[in-house]
């Protein structure tokens, strides 16, 4: 639980050295309880206390990690309920189901389809992260088969091996220990053999009981068995129950800073229907709310654009666009005779761009002024995107030495823009482009031709 000022103040050794900054513990112990300076402040705390504030000062939602090296992930760390509060930290990751008593054609499409799904968007490539395997038909050997076989198709994907038999579960483990995988199936009857099993190869473990009452009073004693890696199941598998366990849990690490809840919470959407569109419509709210894995069915390019992109978009700070730095970038092998167009420094619109103009294979130059981090009219609505703001770069980022050519092409939506440019940059041609990118290539194979 959390400790208020008046708490933590009694653990402090009331010197008022003020060599923490603050003019008074007192002052000192506020702060602390708000989350605005750190307990190491103190030079002379005791070692019991700073353990005990160390624990009390603790982030709510305990943050976990599961995979290795490149595809190692993080869960959990969440600190608001809305994101607009502050922000949501760690994205929750997608999950494809295999069973050992699927037929071998539909394990078939489920591997291609994991292996052809990759998105990029704001430069940020994303793919399925996590194959789970349901042991069904509690053969180790039928169950070892299937993982083996899907993690050497999928090789980037993380395994997270479902069962509640401790015995199947460590041979699981034993045949992809390297890949960090989850374990999950930890319930009443077997949570000390799988916790030692999680112990043993620090593994993230899932525990799952019936009902979120039952499941306060597991983690509690897996809690005090000192394994606090864990990833919850309240069981429910349907939509309306589990979204009243995703935020019940939530709310109760969040709101009541109860730390038995504090930790990651899985979604298996696989079992709320079976209709691909119903899925995704699970899947996209359990992104919100607040799911930090995903387990689906199967993925086709038709889910992962929007899952993906709306993961992506909730993910960010809200407080701050995503910015790409201002400069001037090369697309291919531009030289001095190239195109030069101009855009925003907004993340979503440049990689937009760019990517455009890498499609149309005309090398080009792409100039980024200070534009807000907003697209090309919100910037142009808010006084940032300018002829003043691109002249400026223009100077700044010496354009002139880079490209002879004196021709800037500027976003189609911001045509009026065009005499007030040559009216800054004399001796500059603005030639008004598309007003959508998608448009940009063959504009700019015909401008080149020209
Ligand atoms: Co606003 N906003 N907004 N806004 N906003 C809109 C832009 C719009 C059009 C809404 C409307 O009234 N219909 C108006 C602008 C109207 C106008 O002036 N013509 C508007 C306004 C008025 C404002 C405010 C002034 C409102 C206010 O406060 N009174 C403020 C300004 C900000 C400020 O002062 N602080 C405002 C605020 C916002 C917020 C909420 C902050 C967000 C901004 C998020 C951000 O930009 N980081 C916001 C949004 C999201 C929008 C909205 C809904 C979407 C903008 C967007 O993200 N577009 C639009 C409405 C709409 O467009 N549907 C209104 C997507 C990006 C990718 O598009 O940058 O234009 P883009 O890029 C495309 C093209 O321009 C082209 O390619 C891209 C893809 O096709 N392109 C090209 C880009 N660069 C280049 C370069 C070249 C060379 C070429 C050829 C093509």
Redesign the pocket.
Known sequence: MALNGMQIYKLLPRKNCKECGFPTCLAFAMKLAQGGTEAEKCPYMSDEAKAQLAEATAPPMKTVKFGANDTEYTLGGETVLFRHEKTFVNRPRFAIMFSDIMAQEEIEKKINNINTINYTRINEEMYVEIAAFRCESQDKDRFISLIKKVTESCPKVVPMIITESPEIAEAAVGICADKGPILFGANEQNYEAMTDLAKENKLLLGVTADGKENLYTLVQKLQNTGYKELLLDAGSRNLKGAFDDMVNIRRTALLSGDRTFGYPAVAFVCDMSQDKMMQLACASLFIEKYASIIVLSDMDYSMALPLFALRQNIFTDPQR?MRIEQGIYKVGSADEESPL????D?A??YF??SG?VERSKVPSWILIPDA???????????GKFNAKSIAKAVKEFEVENKVKTREL?????VAVLKSDIEDELPGWKVTV??????A?PN?LKKYKAK
Do not use: R
Not at 341 to 344: A, C, D, G, N, P
Not at 409 to 413: D, H, N, T
């Open positions: 666009p167009l101009v855009t925003v907004f979503l619109t937009i761009v455009e807000g981090g907003y697209s090309v009219l919100t910037a142009w609505a808010a092409i500027i976003p189609g939506k482009g598309t007003e959508e990118a998608a940009l504009f």
